[in-house]
Structures are given as structure tokens and as C-alpha cells.
């Protein structure tokens, strides 16, 4: 299983008075991470990739994944090595703590959603509710 670009600690512990909130994160793999270069270049684009999520699916709530020629006002941007990551502030509530992984298989390879809020997801993995 590939590293993790970005790792993230769990704790029970309440936050303290005056302390700032976490902050809104997502890790990509650096598999996923070449995948994505490897997209970009093939497709002849630049700019980032957008990851959202959009009412639908068999689940509720689908997976959005495309190229985005550059952020919008509002988004979260994350960079993992030369790859930008946008994702809108109404999906960070939905994607933060999410990994963005690449799986290779006999049967089938592709992107991997690893998302702590999602309690069901359909068999393509491309849907989820949460």
C-alpha cells in the first residue's frame, strides 16, 4: 500500500478556550499523485483537480472529479508536490480527512475514495451517504 502524502492524528480531546479549529484537510497518495500528473498530461491541461461532491448516485451523494483550469474564490486549495487540489467549501464538509488513493488489481484499477464520513457506499465506489 502506497504512503501517505499527509498523515493526521485522532484525538478525544475536547478543544481548549481560544484554540484555533483544525484545519480543513484531505491527503492524496503518491500514487494517486502521479495518476493525476499522468491525466494532466495525457489530456494536455494545466491547472488542478477539482474534488467535490454533488447530490445523487445510488447512495445519496456521488464523487466529483475533474480538471479545473483554477480555484475559485472560496475554495480549499491543497498542493501535494506539483499537483493543486481544489475542493469547494459545501464538499470540505463531506471530503475533510478524505485520502484520495490509486488501487491496481487484475480486475480493475483506478481512484479510491477513503472517506471517514462516509457510512455506506454502492459497490463502484463512486457514491456514498453519509
Known amino acids: 500500500m502506497a504512503e501517505l502524502t499527509q498523515l493526521g492524528a485522532v484525538t478525544d480531546l475536547p478543544p481548549q478556550a481560544g484554540s484555533t ?5 484531505i491527503s492524496v497518495t503518491p500514487k494517486a499523485v ?3 500528473r499522468e491525466a494532466f498530461a495525457r489530456e494536455n491541461v494545466s491547472g488542478g483537480l477539482r474534488l467535490g461532491v454533488l447530490g445523487g448516485g445510488c447512495s445519496g451523494l456521488s464523487y466529483q472529479f475533474k480538471f479545473a483550469p483554477a480555484p475559485r474564490a472560496n475554495d480549499h ?3 501535494f508536490d506539483d499537483v493543486k487540489v481544489f475542493v ?3 464538499s470540505m464538509v463531506f471530503l475533510d480527512g478524505m485520502t484520495l488513493d490509486w488501487h491496481d488489481s487484475l480486475i480493475q484499477s483506478g481512484f479510491v475514495f477513503i472517506n471517514p464520513h462516509a457510512h ?3 459497490g463502484c465506489g ?5
Open 120 to 122: 455506506k457506499s454502492c
Open 34 to 36: 502521479q495518476k493525476v
Open 77 to 79: 486549495v491543497f498542493e
Open 126 to 130: 463512486t457514491s456514498f451517504s453519509a
Open 21 to 25: 479549529p483544525a484545519a480543513k484537510q
Open 88 to 90: 469547494d467549501p459545501k
